[in-house]
């Protein structure tokens, strides 16, 4: 084990004993006030996950790891129309489908969760196909990853790839992205909203979204993922194509290397015209950790090595660019700087360009640097726990309990 390596696993396991006894934290979360436990973003349901890699790889307790995905169950359990991967049942079948892994574990509770999820699922695909039958255009809660369908699949690929429920998202995912009859010169998944989800008079003819967590690359990484993965799905490589073509409409150059903006307004649709000032921070909701690894995956689903290259490139760049990486300001995995370490060291895995992997180590050290000075939340999305999980990918050279699914990164 490198110095790099085992200075990351130090951190992370700091991080993990300081959020060993989920008693304490339930009592008062840190930082957050009330959170519901049924939370990825920042409930224990997210904390559990590191607590569970831990437990797989070796490194932790099982017995804590248990005792979080307790701390998740409590409360009143919600399958409510806004249920999604990151909030309720979804959110805790994904955390108690990682711990039990292939032990077999949780089995008659997981049995009831992924019948909910089910059910969620099918109403919400029904309202989608509805939605797309009458012609109008998507919000992005119908099919974004951290609210939406592409969430919803995300469990039930990893969880169940054969499943008919799992062929049938997929497969609206394949119907989304082909042309609305009045769709005119914008994509079939321009929404009618504004970027925060809701209707605006700043964004009359709604915006076109190109991030991962609200956005279209969140479609393009989970089809890529499931061509990967084998599963037969009608139009799946077409879509992925579609969906390239419009990306590659707004990928952006400049002197430090390729980036796509987060999100496309109609007037900038008309003028074909993204200003400079517009490049998104490079983190994994709506920057390069995001967006590149989409298109890196599409790649290597279309066994395309320019769109691949052209991506890990895109990556390269940014961690070489102190300027960008100094647009980070936080450590976590949504908006800082774990999640550009997650991905890079996903990119970095199946890369072409094998300067990429040597990036990581100062990048890891800027985050434990970030973490030390701050005092961010405890949380998965945004806080420490899941900052410590990157780093324990990286001081482990693996992820076993799947966790960055949850992300699209894998």
Not at 53 to 58: I, K, N
Request: glycine share 8%; net charge negative.
């Amino acid at each position: 084990m490198s110095q790099t390596t085992s200075e990351a696993l130090a951190a992370a396991n700091a991080i993990a004993e300081a959020l060993a006894d989920p008693q304490q934290w339930t009592a008062e979360p840190p930082g957050s006030g009330l959170v519901w436990p049924q939370s990825l973003w920042a409930g224990a349901a997210g904390i559990a996950l590191l607590h569970i890699e831990r437990a797989h790889s070796g490194h932790g307790d099982p017995r804590i790891a248990h005792a979080w995905v307790q701390a998740a169950a409590s409360g009143a359990l919600t399958a409510a129309p806004n249920a999604n991967l990151f909030f309720g049942a979804p959110a805790l079948a994904f955390t108690m489908r990682a711990a039990a892994g292939r032990s077999g574990r949780y089995r008659r509770a997981l049995k009831r969760l992924d019948d909910t999820v089910t059910a969620i699922t099918r109403t919400r695909l029904a309202a989608a196909h509805a939605r797309i039958d009458r012609g109008e255009q998507p919000e992005m809660k119908e099919f974004d990853l951290v609210r939406g369908l592409t969430g919803l699949e995300t469990y039930h690929l990893s969880s169940h790839p054969d499943r008919s429920i799992t062929i049938d998202v997929l497969s609206y995912l394949v119907r989304l992205a082909e042309p609305l009859p009045a769709g005119g010169e914008l994509p079939p998944w321009w929404t009618s909203v504004a970027p925060n989800g809701e209707p605006s008079s700043d964004y009359p003819e709604g915006h076109g979204n190109l991030g991962m967590s609200h956005g279209i690359s969140s479609v393009l990484a989970l089809l890529s993922l499931a061509v990967l993965r084998d599963v037969p799905v009608a139009g799946a490589k077409e879509a992925i194509e579609r969906i390239c073509s419009w990306t590659d409409t707004w990928r952006q150059h400049d002197h430090t290397g390729a980036w796509w903006p987060g999100t496309v307004t109609i007037d900038q649709a008309r003028e074909q015209r993204i200003d400079p000032s517009q490049r998104p921070r490079p983190s994994w909701c709506y920057g390069v950790s995001g967006t590149a690894r989409a298109q890196q995956l599409a790649g290597l689903a279309l066994v395309d090595e320019n769109r691949q290259r052209s991506a890990e490139r895109a990556m390269l760049a940014t961690l070489r660019d102190p300027v960008q990486l100094g647009r980070l300001t936080e450590s976590g995995l949504c908006h800082g700087i774990a999640g550009l370490l997650q991905s890079a060291w996903r990119m970095a895995a199946d890369a072409r360009t094998p300067q990429l992997g040597a990036e990581l180590p100062s990048l890891a050290s800027q985050l434990a640097a970030e973490i030390s000075r701050s005092a961010p939340q405890a949380g998965f999305l945004d806080g420490v726990a899941g900052a410590a999980l990157a780093l324990h990918a990286l001081g482990t050279g693996a992820v076993l309990s799947s966790w960055d699914t949850a992300l699209l990164l894998a």
